[in-house]
């Protein structure tokens, strides 16, 4: 369209054709000048309103102002509650209550560094509730799921905004955060990023408003979490954490490093053809010399990379949770993350199952499937044969690291036996993690108890006299 000055009595005479259905004129006055209708209309229709009364004047910015004030208030709604002190939770159909949580009282979230300063003090409620995420279509799946509950929520009168997380799995990769996380999913005061997020790696200087966006809506009552298994080995991230919230929570899973390594490599290699050996990465030219600059093996030295964090953070803020204990007694090792993070005991044995084809443990339903359901492929992959006399020489390597580390977190997590290959027994669900030999192949797996004794005696790694 051709662009044309617009006068006053122009369009005015314009409109008046349309209005009379006066063809003549109209075609004479509105087509050659191509006057669109609707932006004819429009156009007129301000300046009636220049020429109009006061009220009439005021009218569109007051609108405009209370719109945008609408959507002030639904985004910041969390915001505004705590700072009036009334965090108003309107009673929904279907909730689970928890207990108080202590940690919620002195949370402090600075928003510093990038933006500008905000303190967000989370306001005391005494009586938390919060609507169980169970509830709503089976049939939704992943975002659909999610979006499914928020509205529900919203429907029930609740005003879920998205928050900055206040507890992070940090790592470490290949440890079983991804199974940590869907299992923690599985509370309804838990809501968690879905993908690793690598804010404060990666994406850092795209600022906390970017961050806080890519988190789920929550209620004031509920916990954001996000995990990225990088952030453990990555040095800047303590720091900026710290700057970030230093009450922040802070998890972490760790297994083996052998097994870990692994495990890494196994990743690699399955995305990779012509992977070099594993034994050929992991020592030097062919030598005993373990090549501490290869990623996976610098991953495992799990004592440095905490030494780091303890730089920031006390040693109450951190939760530390066995990868082995994880697959053989995933109950036992979710209770303690409940306790750590304040939240009612809600997962349990009955979210659980064994799947012995898998070798691990697999959820009866979760936040996104109502069927029973395990861990993608990804997740437990059958590692390659790898020579055990390398196995025991990275053993040997990190011992004294592996030490350092049960001495830092006041735990033992079983790796430096090394008869029994890094082998944990739950007598509670009667599971058993090892990893073993066979068929020349190297397999970490979890058997039930009740088969141990047939099961060693065909693989040969059994000693008797320990179980
Ligand atoms: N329930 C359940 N199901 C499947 N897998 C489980 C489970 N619990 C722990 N694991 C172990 O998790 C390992 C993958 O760890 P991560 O999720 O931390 O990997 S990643 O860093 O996100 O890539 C993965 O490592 P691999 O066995 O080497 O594939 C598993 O051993």
């Known amino acids: 369209m051709r662009a044309f000055p617009l006068k006053r009595n122009h369009i005015s005479s314009c409109l008046l054709a349309q209005k009379e ?30 020429k109009g009364p006061w009220s009439k004047k005021i009218l569109v910015p007051v609108c405009f102002l209370i719109i945008l004030i609408w959507i002030f208030l639904i985004d910041n709604s969390l915001l505004l509650n705590n700072l009036s002190g009334k965090a108003t939770l309107q009673k929904p159909r279907n909730l689970v209550s928890f207990a108080r949580n202590p940690n919620l009282d002195r949370l402090t979230i600075k928003e510093s560094s990038l933006t ?37 929520l919203r429907q029930q009168g609740l005003m879920p905004s998205k928050q900055l997380p206040t507890a992070l799995i940090i790592g470490v990769k290949k440890g079983g955060t991804r199974a940590l996380l869907e299992f923690l999913r599985l509370h309804p005061a838990i809501r968690a990023a879905g993908s690793e997020v690598h804010f404060f790696d990666h994406h850092y200087i795209k600022g906390f408003h970017w961050y806080r966006h890519r988190m789920p809506p929550t209620l004031s009552t509920q916990i954001t979490m996000e995990k990225t298994p990088s952030y453990f080995v990555t040095s800047e991230v303590p720091r900026r954490v710290q700057r970030m919230n230093p009450a922040m929570r802070l998890i972490l899973v760790v297994r083996d490093p052998v097994t ?28 005993k010399i373990v090549d501490t600059t290869w990623v996976p093996l610098k991953i495992g030295v799990y004592a440095r990379h905490l030494e780091r964090w303890l730089q920031y953070f006390p040693l109450s803020q951190f939760l530390f949770v066995s990868g082995e204990r994880l697959i053989v007694d995933p109950v036992a090792e979710i209770t303690r993350v409940q306790d750590f993070l304040g ?58 690291f592996n030490q350092r580390f049960y001495q830092l977190t006041g735990m033992d997590f079983g790796w430096l036996t090394t008869h029994t290959n890094g082998i944990y027994i739950s007598p509670r669900t009667q599971l058993l993690s090892i990893i073993y030999i066979q068929d020349k192949q190297i397999h970490d797996r979890t058997v039930r108890y009740g088969n141990v004794r047939s099961f060693y005696h065909k693989t040969g790694t059994y000693n008797s006299d320990k179980t």
Not at 260 to 277: E, F, G, H, L, W
Not at 347 to 371: D, M, Q, V, W
């Open 21 to 50: 259905s006066d063809t003549t004129v109209r075609s004479e006055l509105c087509t050659p000048c191509k006057i669109n209708l609707a932006f004819g209309y429009s156009a007129a229709w301000r300046m009636e309103l220049r």
């Open 116 to 152: 500008n300063d905000v303190e967000l003090k989370r306001a005391k409620v005494s009586r938390l509730q919060v609507v169980s995420l169970w509830t709503g279509n089976n049939s939704v799946k992943g975002n659909a799921g999610s979006l499914r509950k928020y509205q529900i």
């Open 260 to 287: 870990r390594a692994i495990s890494d490599y196994t990743q690699v290699r399955s995305k990779r053809a012509n992977m070099p050996k594993f034994e050929d990465l992991a020592f030097l030219n062919g030598s």
């Open 343 to 400: 939240l009612k005991r809600v997962i349990c044995e009955k979210h659980f199952y064994f799947n012995a084809t898998k070798g691990f443990p697999c959820l009866l339903k979760s936040e996104e499937r109502p069927t029973p359901h395990c861990l993608g492929k990804n997740k437990g992959r059958s590692h390659p044969y790898i020579d055990p006399v390398a196995i025991q020489r990275l053993r040997d390597f990190y011992r004294p």
